[in-house]
C-alpha cells in the first residue's frame, strides 16, 4: 500500500512538472535555479499530508512560485557580482514549446530580460496570469494579497511591458534573420552586418569574465558590425554549427576548440537590435539538460 502511494504521488507530481519547471524558469531566467526549486517542491510535496490537499495542482503552484520569489531577492545579489552582461540561461523548447504554458508568454529571451525589471511580486502576478491563465482568486492566495492587489499588479506588469517590448516578428522571419547574420557574420561583411541591424542594436556576450567574452555590452550598428567582423577569422572556422529551438525560438550552438557558443537574437520590423551571446560554460550545460527534460523525470533527471 505505501508503495502504491508513493508511485501515485510521483505521478501527480511528473504530471505537473513542466507547469511547475515553466512558472520557475520564468520567474528566474535560470534552468539549474529552477531544477533546484522543483528539487524542493517534489521533498515538500512528499511529505505533505496530502489527505489536506483538494487541488494538487493549485498546491504545487503555490509551494513553487514562493521559493521562486525568494530565490529571487538572492538571485539579484549574485548577478551584482556577475562579471559582464546577465542573459537568461537557454532552454530547450523543442518537445514543449510553451514550457508547460496555456500561452508562450515570458519566455522569449529579450521578454525574460524584460521581466528582470519588475519587482518579484510582479514578475510572479504576470507570469501566473498571462503564461498559466491562473483565475485572479488563486493568485491571491499564491502571493497572499488581495484581488484588487493582484489585478493591480497585473495591469502594472502588462503596461511596463507593453511600453518597453519591441514590434514582435513571428517565427519564420526570426529564423531568416539569423540565418542572413550568420552568413554575414561568417565572412565579416561589415555592410551586410550594418544593413540588418536596428539603428540602436547591442551584442551582449554572457561570459561571467571568461576570457573571449566582452565584458561591456556593444551598441549601435557600425560598433557592433566592426566587433562581429573583427572576431570572424578566429571564431567561424571550423565550427559546426547546430540549429537549435530555444526558448520558443531559433538559435545555433557554436562549438569551438576553446568552448562553445549559444547565439541568438532579438528582433523587429526594423530588423535585428538584439545579438546574445551565451558562452558561460554552466549555462551551456544547463541548456543540455533541458533538453530531454520535457520528457518529465521526477527531480533533476
Known sequence: MRTESLEQVASAFVELRPRLFGIAYRMLGSVTEAEDILQEV???WQNTDRATVENPSAFLALITTRLSINVIQSARSRREAYIGPWL????DTSLDPT???ERGEALEFAFLLLLERL???ERAAYVLREAFVYPYPQIAEILQLSQ?????LVSRARKRLTAERREPIDKTEHRRLLKVFLAAAETGNVAALEDLFAADVVSSSDGDGMRGSARFPITGGSRVAKFVATYAPRFWPGADITWVEANGRAGVIVPRNHGTTFLTIDASPQGIHHVMWVVNPAKLDAFERSRPRTVGAVGHG
Open 42 to 44: 517534489w521533498m515538500r
Open 88 to 91: 537568461p540561461e537557454p532552454v
Open 99 to 101: 514550457l508547460g504554458a
Open 119 to 121: 519587482t518579484p511580486t
Open 148 to 152: 484588487v492587489n493582484v489585478r493591480q
